[in-house]
């Protein structure tokens, strides 16, 4: 049997719905290395490297990544300085430590922030492109 709802609550339901909706715009995405190889060679995307100096200069990093030591003091404080209308596809060893900057980057007004679900280690095991240091 069908129960017709009130305009209060009708309008109720409408509001949390697009508050869902906005909540949602605002999340980072988790991705594959797949996808995230897609992502980086769109434009006016910036590509961030969470691992410390050490790891990178063992394993290598992405070509072109910015690096931001996750494990700095200061980290956070250059992460919610960067630009919030740019895109950022952030990536760490496993996921770890770019998807809780990447809620951080969210939770400071961030609209577009995309992480490595799997980290470089999954990168690098399917074998895409990874620079070094000179």
């Known amino acids: 049997m069908f129960v017709p709802l009130s305009m209060k ?14 909540v949602a715009q605002n999340a980072h995405k988790n991705v594959s290395s797949e996808d995230f190889k897609k992502g980086i060679t769109t434009k006016n995307v910036v590509v ?3 691992r410390t100096p050490e790891e990178i200069t063992k394993k290598g990093k ?3 990544a910015v690096e931001i030591n996750w494990f700095d003091k200061l980290s ?10 740019k895109t950022y596809y ?11 900057c990447s809620e951080l980057m969210v939770a400071n007004g ?3 922030v995309v992480n490595l679900e799997k980290g ?10 990874v620079e070094y240091k000179k």
Do not use: H, M, P, Q
């Not at 470089?120 to 895409?128: I, L, Q, R, T």
């Open 9 to 22: 609550r009708f309008y109720s339901i409408i509001t949390i719905l697009f508050s869902l909706v906005s």
């Open 48 to 50: 961030i490297d969470l």
């Open 62 to 64: 992405i070509a072109k």
């Open 76 to 85: 956070e404080e250059v992460i919610k300085k960067l630009d919030k209308s």
């Open 90 to 100: 952030v990536y760490c060893a496993g996921g770890g430590r770019s998807g809780e």
């Open 110 to 112: 961030f609209k577009n």
């Open 120 to 129: 470089f280690d999954d990168w690098k095991k399917k074998g895409f492109e």
